[in-house]
């Protein structure tokens, strides 16, 4: 849904949608997140009075997300629901402030900015689930990660390995012979 500029002129935009799993792509630093559920978002989107074409978007979301444990690399499922007060500038802002230092105020820090005639309310619901996500993408919180020493998954099996730890930083020291 691209959220024109032109039809905001004119009145508030109302949306109520459902993209299903695979329409929207995330990508991440090369991590498998993938949607598991279809994507429900509701919400409108607004020109913002008195401003040079600001956009504010509101809503709702809600979304199960799927990718690999960060411990144990097994499949996990993360429910998202979230509310989300979003502003968009033009990027002709950014690129006239990019010349001149200005000072920005702490709300200022979370605007966003568009290129062109709108907004593709995809890229919008994206970037907030992507900013949603837990930054530690656990399937549990009493999952046991990895062996380091086999490798194996220690939830599934108690493999017996016991990790020791050296101090390498003394490593040198053994080198050193005595006469």
């Known amino acids: ?9 004119l009145k508030k935009v ?5 993209f299903p ?11 498998r997140l993938s949607q598991a559920t279809p994507l429900q978002a509701e919400g409108s989107a607004e020109l913002l009075p008195h401003t040079s074409g600001e956009i504010r978007v509101r809503g709702k979301l ?3 997300m799927q990718c690999d444990c960060n411990r144990c690399l097994e499949p996990a499922r993360f ?14 802002d950014a690129a006239a402030a990019e010349d001149a230092e200005v000072e920005i105020d702490p709300g200022e820090a ?13 890229d919008v619901l994206r970037e907030h689930v992507l900013l949603a996500m837990p930054m530690q993408r656990v399937c ?20 017996g390995c016991e990790a020791k730890l050296v101090d390498d930083r003394w490593s040198a020291l053994k ?3 005595l006469k």
């Open 1 to 9: 849904m691209f959220i024109s500029v032109q039809d905001l002129e």
């Open 14 to 18: 109302h949306f109520d949608v459902a």
């Open 21 to 31: 799993p695979g329409e929207i792509e995330f990508i991440n630093d090369g991590d």
């Open 62 to 64: 809600a979304v199960t």
């Open 79 to 92: 429910p998202l629901e979230s509310r989300f007060d979003l502003f968009y500038r033009p990027a002709e």
């Open 110 to 122: 979370e605007i966003g900015f568009y290129e062109g005639d709108g907004l593709d309310l995809k």
């Open 140 to 159: 549990r919180a009493e999952c046991q990660g990895i062996c380091p020493v086999c490798g194996q998954n220690r939830n599934l099996i108690n493999c």
């Open 175 to 177: 080198k050193v012979q």
